[in-house]
């Protein structure tokens, strides 16, 4: 998530030739995982640049040079020009290839809850995780560092509860079709505190989530992007 600096219009990473793949930047495991999901369902050329920014200071100034922020996921097009925000980058992505079905039409009566809840799992929910993932960003003594991240978990899992009380799927969040509402939750439900708090607060929505896990399209990715290994629902 973040913003990087540029000028007008969408900053560049570099003249690129259109006929060069999309640009991921992300990691295993991270947010950038629902975004790969979706070209993957899209059939669109693409290649994954692994930045870990939590891992160090040199991950994280190694990142600098594509987001100023210092974080991911980052989308440079074919263009060259670069998208931040997980969101916008799926949201942009599903409206680019309408044929998909990936996202509500502008005109389809879902539209304005697939917009909102695409806007509440990244500002309500993932914006949390720069803070939990280490408290020091807004906490100085570290006795205090646990009890921050137990109450932004608490606070994540509320989140997800009235996300579960508010929506009705059908096999999908949003009724028959898989949306990339579908992929954003499937990865950021499993961020702590965890898909089984996840299943205990929103079991509305349980079904659903377990159908986008076990899609065949994505086995691969999961395989290797965000593996389902022993105990993965803690």
């Not at 930047?25 to 950038?32: D, L, P, Q, R």
């Not at 079709?177 to 961020?191: I, K, N």
């Amino acid at each position: 998530m973040g913003t990087a600096a540029g000028g007008q219009g969408l900053p560049h990473v570099g003249e690129k030739s259109l006929a060069e793949p999309f640009v991921v930047y992300g990691a295993s495991t991270s947010g950038s995982v629902p975004i790969e999901a979706t070209l993957s369902l899209l059939n669109l050329p693409y290649r994954v640049e692994d930045h870990a920014p939590w891992e160090g200071s040199h991950e994280a100034e190694r990142l600098a040079r594509i987001n100023a922020l210092r974080q991911v996921p980052a989308l440079a097009l074919p263009t060259g020009e670069l998208m931040t925000e997980s969101a916008a980058i799926l949201i942009w992505l599903a409206d680019s290839h309408p044929e998909a079905r990936l996202a509500p039409a502008l005109t389809d009566a879902t539209r304005p809850a697939f917009l909102r809840w695409m806007t509440f799992v990244s500002s309500a929910i993932y914006a949390l995780y720069w803070v939990a993932d280490d408290p020091s960003r807004v906490v100085d003594r570290a006795e205090d560092h646990a009890t921050v991240k137990a109450r932004l978990y608490e606070r994540i899992a509320h989140c997800w509860e009235q996300m579960g009380a508010q929506l009705q799927p059908g096999r999908y969040l949003l009724g028959e079709e898989l949306s990339v509402l579908d992929l954003y939750v499937a990865t950021a439900s499993r961020w702590s505190p965890g898909r089984s708090r996840f299943y205990d607060v929103a079991p509305g929505l349980a079904d659903t989530i377990r159908r986008v896990d076990a899609d065949p399209r994505l086995a691969a990715l999961w395989a290797e992007r965000f593996p389902f290994t022993p105990g993965w629902e803690r």
